[in-house]
């Protein structure tokens, strides 16, 4: 089934409790955690609790979800007190673009300066 947990994704662990995570916020089908390696003052991970591999098939299957993401990365945004400051949402789609984590997620960047192009 589309969506289903996947039991070699390392993002669905985190949703099953079976990874643990620095959990920021959650929602009935969205869970926010810091990144383990952060690149900025605020670097938390949004992801749904379904599991597709990228933004683009989540949206395609469950744009409700997709929607969520967004509408949770501006709460993260919020509680880290970054959104007046600004800060970025970024979804790498595809090796070539950086993903190494093939459950859609959505990077929250903020708290200090954020070049653009980001390279
Ligand atoms: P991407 O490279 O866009 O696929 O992003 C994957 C992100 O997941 C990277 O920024 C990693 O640092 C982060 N990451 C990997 N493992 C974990 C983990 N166990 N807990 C939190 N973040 C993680
Ligand atoms: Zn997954």
């Given at each position: 089934m589309p969506g289903e947990p996947q039991a070699d994704c390392l993002f669905c662990k985190i949703v099953a409790g079976e990874v643990p995570a620095t959990v920021v916020r959650e929602t009935g089908t969205t869970v926010a955690f810091r990144d383990i390696?952060?690149?900025?003052p605020t670097h938390v991970l949004v992801i749904p609790k379904v599991h597709y591999p990228d933004a683009a098939s989540l949206a395609a299957a469950e744009p409700q979800v997709a929607a969520d993401i967004l509408a949770e990365a501006a709460k993260v945004a919020e509680h880290d007190q970054v959104d007046a400051t600004g800060y970025r949402i970024v979804f790498n789609t595809g090796a070539g673009a950086?993903?190494?984590?093939?459950?859609t997620h959505a990077h929250v960047l903020g708290g200090r300066g954020l070049q653009w192009p980001p390279g």
């Open positions: 390696n952060p690149q900025a950086g993903q190494t984590v093939f459950h």
